[in-house]
Each structure stands twice: as structure tokens, then as C-alpha cells.
T-cell receptor, first 114, second 116 residues
Framework: AQKVTQAQTEISVVEKEDVTLDCVYE???????LFWYKQPPSGELVFLIR??????QNEISGRYSWNFQKSTSSFNFTITASQVVDSAVYFC???????????FGTGTRLQVFP | GAVVSQHPSRVICKSGTSVKIECRSLDFQATTMFWYRQFPKQSLMLMATSNEGSKATYEQGVEKDKFLINHASLTLSTLTVTSAHPEDSSFYIC????????????FGPGTRLLVL
């Protein structure tokens, strides 16, 4: 069965600190996609990244970086030099190629204090 | 990216009334749209998959007759909560898959429903 685990329920940091959000997934398929979404207080889910199972290269986008490791079934997300605007709930999600469904983790609420 | 809109953003209604929520893909055609429900401080739960021109596929435990889904065009899907009750109060959010964006689902801004 597919499952996404975000063990960190809430994280609080002070501005400019680096923070890593963990995501561990389970799937029987060899082909799948992993996603991260950001949900600010307004409620809208903002797409951050998609990674397919064959691409284990880490990715950096500005202050955001992602570490995909198939060996540990993890897809962790790091925010460098965090800012107050980064405060949100972050969801990790999994979808398999043969289905359209997204399986979400329970989310990690990040609070960045000035 | 892709833009998905939802209307209304917020609705308050009396118990027993029906509420329609619209989800539109603004800059792409979506053969598939999805409806999710999110309770406060919880994750998103998929309610149903909406397919253009055919019946929606509902997840286990979701009442088809209560949550009517219509996907009449490639840019519009509607969710109607029929005979709403206070326990239907929730945040409803739709998404659309952009065929040119691979497997990525783009989400609307959500609709907060409060049933009195």
C-alpha cells in the first residue's frame, strides 16, 4: 500500500535558520512521483516540486533544496535561511504512474519567528 | 505552472440547503479534476476523481448522492453538496492535472463551507 509519513507535526525556527522537513514514503511500484506542496494560511496549495522515481538528483531552487534517496525511501525538503514568509504547512505527496491519485502526508506546520 | 480557480471562496448556508462549488482550469484543459476535503489541521482527503464527459469516481466512504460531481467541460468541474448539514462544514479544495505538466496536480484556492 502507498503511504507518506511526515513525522514532524510542527517545527519552529527563528528567521535565518536552516530547517529540514522530513518525508518518508512507501510504495510497491518502481515508477512513481513525489511532490512537495506549501499551504500558507490562506489555504491554497502551492506546488513546489515534482520528482520522478528515476531521477535521484538533488535539486536546488533558490533557498529551497530537496534530497531524494530511494535507498531510504525519503524525499526531504530543506529551507535555507528561513524567512517569516516561509511559515506554512508543507505537504509531501506520492502518486503512482498508473493512477492519478495523490497520497498526502499529514503535513508539517513550519513557524518561522522574526 | 497552471492556474486553477474556485468559486465561491467562502460560503455560509443553512442546514438542508444545497451548495455548488465551481472549479475551473484557467489556462489549460483538464480531462481530470479532483476534489479534496480538509478538516482543520488535518491533511487532504481525496473525495472523488472527476472525469470530463463521464461519471466521477468516488473514494470509499464518500456518498455519491450527497456530493454530486459534474465535469461538463474540459475547464469546469462542479461539486454540489446536497442537503448540507453542519458536519459537512469543511474546506473543499479542487485540483486539476495539466496534461502538459505530467503528473502534477495544480490546486485551486479552496472553498470554506460553513453549514449552520
Amino acid at each position: 500500500a502507498q503511504k507518506v509519513t511526515q513525522a514532524q507535526t510542527e517545527i519552529s525556527v527563528v528567521e535565518k535558520e536552516d530547517v529540514t522537513l522530513d518525508c518518508v514514503y512507501e510504495t510497491r511500484d518502481t515508477t512513481y512521483y513525489l511532490f512537495w506542496y506549501k499551504q500558507p494560511p490562506s489555504g491554497e496549495l502551492v506546488f513546489l516540486i515534482r520528482r520522478n522515481s528515476f531521477d535521484e538528483q538533488n535539486e536546488i531552487s533558490g533557498r529551497y533544496s530537496w534530497n531524494f534517496q530511494k535507498s531510504t525511501s525519503s524525499f526531504n525538503f530543506t529551507i535555507t535561511a528561513s524567512q517569516v514568509v516561509d511559515s506554512a504547512v508543507y505537504f509531501c505527496a506520492l502518486s503512482e504512474v498508473n493512477t492519478d491519485k495523490l497520497i498526502f502526508g499529514t503535513g508539517t506546520r513550519l513557524q518561522v519567528f522574526p | 505552472g497552471a492556474v486553477v480557480s474556485q468559486h465561491p471562496s467562502r460560503v455560509i448556508c443553512k442546514s438542508g440547503t444545497s451548495v455548488k462549488i465551481e472549479c475551473r482550469s484557467l489556462d489549460f484543459q483538464a480531462t481530470t479534476m479532483f476534489w479534496y476535503r480538509q478538516f482543520p489541521k488535518q491533511s487532504l482527503m481525496l473525495m472523488a476523481t472527476s472525469n470530463e464527459g463521464s461519471k466521477a469516481t468516488y473514494e470509499q466512504g464518500v456518498e455519491k448522492d450527497k456530493f454530486l460531481i459534474n465535469h461538463a467541460s474540459l475547464t469546469l468541474s462542479t461539486l454540489t453538496v446536497t442537503s448540507a448539514h453542519p458536519e459537512d462544514s469543511s474546506f473543499y479544495i479542487c485540483s486539476a492535472r495539466n496534461p502538459n505538466g505530467g503528473e502534477t496536480q495544480y490546486f485551486g484556492p479552496g472553498t470554506r463551507l460553513l453549514v449552520l
